[in-house]
């Protein structure tokens, strides 16, 4: 997910070779299946991230070099193994989500196996149809943040829904990310068709009127755009951009002394549930690694290190939140969802009419 703080991501982005690590438990193979090989591929998103600590603890575990092979965001990153199906650019993709997932499937891009911590996550993460072709890693809420320092210069009440975002008050506030390249901007796409049915439509041209700006990806949206990004030091002009409920404990991380609040607020109206999976890509040259790979991903070490590297919630049910994440995140009681099927279905010509309406 698209949501790490800056010096994290910073940090994320110059690592691309990860040391060697020993085996996993449920990763057999032979030589024909990566038994002999010294490197495993992950391609991911441009926000993928790991702490030092835990990287060193895979090197601990498996004989591997990992690769990171970062392909923008997760829109992209799906596109690119899908343009790529049997001859992947590597052996495990992570960042694939339940907006996207059915393209995944459709496509056959993934080779099944069961990761050895799945028996820890509990079935409601697990996707419907999807068998043992993913893994589920994390969860969130995409959701419109506000900047608190302008609602409050400005006394102007922050919006809460859907609804407020297209009312008068907010013309020329909002950015969000492209629907057919990113996946928060898929998201937010569908929290308006589960809320207004037939008449989302009608919805995003209020929007369109009201002086929405579409970007392509989260990092452009967030960094670039939104001025309460401490990231993108004040530069944008739009305090409402729609990214994650988990965004604020971002803007808070390593400050001293903590404040009593994020300077960065989240439109609980305004969510959608988003589940990240990962799977082993059919082809792959190194599927032991691979294997190995996806045991590591559901493991207690990574799952722990998830809440402040890419901000997101860990799926295994026994993880421990850490208190940052936990007093600053919003807590998203009931977020918009979406059976995959339902998103399978619709989500191309939904795409289309979306990309005809706000970007013609």
Known sequence: MKHTATT?????????????????????????????????TLV????????????????????????????????????????????????????????????????EIFTPYEATGLGKIPEKYRPEGGGTAVTPVDTGEICVNYDRAYFDKNDLE??????????????????????????????????TVSAYGEGWQDYWKKLNANGVEVVDGWEQAYYDRFSGSAGGKGKGDRPLVV??????????????????????GVAEGTCFRQIEFAGLLEGAENEKGGRALLDFLTAEAFQEDLPLQMFVSPVREDTELPEVFTKYGADVEDPATMAPERIADNREQWVKAWTSLVLR
């Open 44 to 107: 991911t998103h441009d926000s993928f991230a790991a702490s030092e600590k835990v990287l060193e603890e895979f090197t601990d575990r498996t004989g591997y070099e990992l690769e990171i092979l970062r392909s923008g965001d997760a829109g992209s990153t799906v596109n690119q193994a899908v343009l790529n199906k049997g001859n992947p650019q590597g052996d495990v993709l992570f960042g694939v989500d339940n907006t996207l997932l059915s393209r995944a499937l459709e496509n």
């Open 243 to 264: 990214s994650y409920a988990s965004s604020p404990p971002a803007e808070v991380l390593g400050k001293k002394p903590m404040p009593e609040r994020a300077p960065t």
């Open 158 to 191: 922050p919006p809460r829904t859907l609804d407020d975002l297209a009312k008068p008050a907010y013309k020329d506030l909002l950015v969000t990310e492209n629907a057919a390249t990113s996946s928060p901007g898929l998201g937010f796409l569908l929290a």
């Open 8 to 40: 994290v991501l910073a940090a994320a982005l110059g690592v691309t070779l990860l040391a060697s690590c020993g085996g996993s438990g449920g990763s057999g193979g032979s030589e024909a299946d990566g038994a002999d090989a010294k490197t495993v």
